[in-house]
Structure formats: structure tokens, C-alpha cells
């Protein structure tokens, strides 16, 4: 009877003792890549007059043209003002603070719009908005038309914020 008893709080003890210590050691947090970092290669298509650095940054010109400040750590480049992408990005604003990110959207003109959007975002369909770290580097393509695509974004804001 009581190696019953021995094992059966060993039992019990083998999983708070694991509880523990991932909690004491562990940490719930993944990276987020870093978009081009070896360059852009093959993805500009011949239509870009640009010479690329490397590692790739968003070149100032590009991003005070839409609007940027740079005060915020992390910048979200919104390429699709829908109803749908405005009501999903309101999330954001409700959960983070005005001054932890910043919404860009692009200018009005609309060859300027398609030559960032291939040139400098590097937009593909299905993906409207681009997420900047306070390098200017890309972080991260979403398509904010969907839930999943909208939490995975906040997920990765609050990695970035932590981190910057």
C-alpha cells in the first residue's frame, strides 16, 4: 500500500516540478526574421532603378514621404485601406499604445504607390501590410483580412516591443 502511495505523488509532483522550472527557466518567445538581410536578390522585378544595401533598410526618402517619424519602435506600412483592414486595424490601436507604433499609408499618387509597393515593400498578393522595426528593416508580411493573420501580427508587435 504505500509504494501505491509513494508512486502515486511522485505522480503528482513530476508535473508541478516541470511547471516550475519552465517557469522559473523558460521563456515563451520565438524571433522574428529579419526580411533580406543577405540582400534582396532575385525578388525586385526589372522595373527597380534602385541600388540595394545590405543588409536591406527601407531608405528614409521612402518612408518620410509616407508620412514617417521615426519616433515609434515599431512602423506598420498599410498598402490596403479597405473597410475590412481598417475595423482589423483598430485592434492594434486598442491594444497598444499611440506611441509604440506607427500606420503609414501611401501616397495618394498611384505610379508611386505600385513603384513602392514592388520596390521598396517588396507587396505581394495576398499580403497588404509590412511590419518595421526601428532599424528599417522588414520584419513581417500580413494580410490583415483575416483574424489569424491580425493575431499573429500583434503577437510579433509585442516581440518586437519587448525587444526594442
Not at 503528482?12 to 516540478?17: C, G, K, Q, S, Y
Not at 513602392?116 to 532599424?135: E, M, T
Amino acid at each position: 500500500m504505500s509504494k501505491k502511495l509513494i508512486y502515486l505523488i511522485l505522480a503528482l509532483l513530476l508535473p508541478i516540478a516541470v511547471f516550475v522550472f519552465l517557469r522559473t527557466f523558460g521563456k515563451n518567445e520565438f524571433s522574428i526574421p529579419v526580411y533580406y538581410e543577405q540582400g534582396v536578390g532575385e525578388v525586385v522585378q526589372p522595373v527597380c532603378d534602385y541600388t540595394y544595401a545590405v543588409p536591406y533598410f527601407i531608405p528614409d526618402s521612402v518612408l518620410q514621404r509616407s508620412g514617417w517619424t521615426g519616433e515609434s519602435p515599431v512602423t506598420l506600412f498599410v498598402a490596403d485601406t479597405t473597410e475590412v483592414v481598417k475595423v482589423n486595424l483598430k485592434r492594434l490601436q486598442e491594444e497598444f499604445d499611440a506611441a509604440d507604433f506607427q500606420l503609414l499609408n501611401p501616397s495618394e499618387e498611384s505610379a508611386l504607390q505600385d513603384h513602392w509597393y514592388a520596390c521598396f515593400f517588396f507587396l505581394k498578393k495576398p499580403w497588404s501590410v509590412v511590419l518595421i522595426d526601428s532599424d528599417k528593416k522588414i520584419r513581417g508580411y500580413y494580410a490583415p483580412t483575416t483574424r489569424e493573420e491580425m493575431d499573429r501580427l500583434i503577437v510579433e508587435m509585442k516581440i518586437l516591443l519587448k525587444q526594442y
